[in-house]
């Protein structure tokens, strides 16, 4: 086939075989860009050594290479494209470092949101609810990681008690928060601590308190945000997110706010701030 296109200034525009030619190209030097890729993989773990499961994850140093991607990032391909096709590779590259596997709670766009992160190489299960997938994380000892709604409504304060357990929030997702993008739900990943020594932007806190209001205010006084609250046995629970440069002397200062009757039950996890873009 010999297709031409239309005439231009600049002589007769690239036949349709041409252009397949560049494209077959281009694919062929991603496709050996990807294999050299993975030959680093064993390297990275003896580097690492991250010879046992979920031992891989850095998730600040993927948030790092997102923000690198969003920051070259020119064109029409859309940027989320670019995410998903990195998602998939990173995902398996830590599953080939360190096998994984991934539980969801119910509902499809978690796992729409959790797919679209974790690709199709990792091995996918549905929790029956947010408990399940807790315990489903902790059984697994480092292999199994959990995505969940930060307010699922009906599964009450699910975040009070994650330390106690040794599970943690690790990141947030969306990655890229831009309006109308695909996979827009709001979802947190929990994992048992990881071996990374990154530090999040926003420490998540586990609160409870009498007064709602005075609470609500006391965290935002001091530059954290409300992400989560439930009532139980007649008090606010609460989930609020710090920006790590407020320092703990601030945190503990909440239980002494009058009227609010705070009792800070602890830090259970954290995550990096999403790359905030305008719509596409
Ligand atoms: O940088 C690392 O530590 C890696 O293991 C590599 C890699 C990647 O494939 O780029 C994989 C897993 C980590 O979560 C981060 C990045």
């Known amino acids: 086939m010999n297709e031409t296109g239309p005439q231009n200034d600049i002589g007769p525009a690239p036949t349709l075989d041409e252009l397949r030619q560049r494209i ?26 991250t010879d046992k499961p979920g031992a891989a994850f850095r998730p600040g140093r993927e948030v790092d290479m ?4 969003v920051g070259r990032h020119r064109g029409i391909l859309p940027i989320t494209t670019v995410e998903h096709l990195w998602r998939e590779i990173i ?7 360190a096998p994984y596997e991934v539980v969801v709670a119910p509902g499809a766009e978690l796992r729409d949101v959790a797919r679209f992160y974790f690709g199709f190489t990792v091995d996918f299960s549905e929790g029956s609810d947010v408990e399940a997938v807790k315990a489903k994380v902790k059984a697994g000892n480092g292999s199994v990681l959990g ?8 599964a009450g304060a699910w975040w009070r008690d994650l330390s106690k357990d040794g599970v943690q929030v690790i990141s947030r997702l969306p990655v890229i928060a831009q309006a109308g993008r695909p996979v827009e739900t709001d979802a947190f990943v929990l994992s048992m601590p990881l071996m990374d020594t990154s530090v999040p932007d926003m420490r998540l806190i ?6 709602k209001d ?4 006391a965290i935002t006084d001091i530059g954290g945000v409300v992400f989560a609250e439930a009532i139980e046995a007649d008090r606010h629970e609460i989930l609020a997110a710090m920006p790590f ?4 002397v601030e945190i503990e200062s ?4 009058e009227g609010a009757d705070i009792i800070l039950h602890g830090e259970v996890g954290g995550y990096w701030a999403p790359i905030f873009l305008p719509s596409a």
């Not at 586990?206 to 007064?211: N, Q």
């Not at 005075?214 to 205010?217: C, D, F, I, T």
């Not at 909440?254 to 706010?257: A, D, G, I, N, Y």
Request: glycine share 2%; aromatic share 2%; hydrophobic share 45%.
């Open 24 to 49: 077959d190209n281009i694919d062929e030097t991603i496709h050996r860009q990807l294999i050299e890729r993975s030959e680093i993989v064993e390297a990275l773990i003896a580097v690492k050594r």
């Open 66 to 69: 997102m923000r690198r991607l």
């Open 91 to 97: 995902a398996t590259f830590t599953h080939m470092q």
């Open 147 to 154: 995505v969940v709604s930060p307010d699922a409504l009906d």
């Open 206 to 211: 586990a609160l409870s308190a009498e007064g």
């Open 214 to 217: 005075e609470a609500e205010k």
């Open 245 to 248: 440069s407020v320092a703990d």
């Open 254 to 257: 909440l239980s002494k706010v």
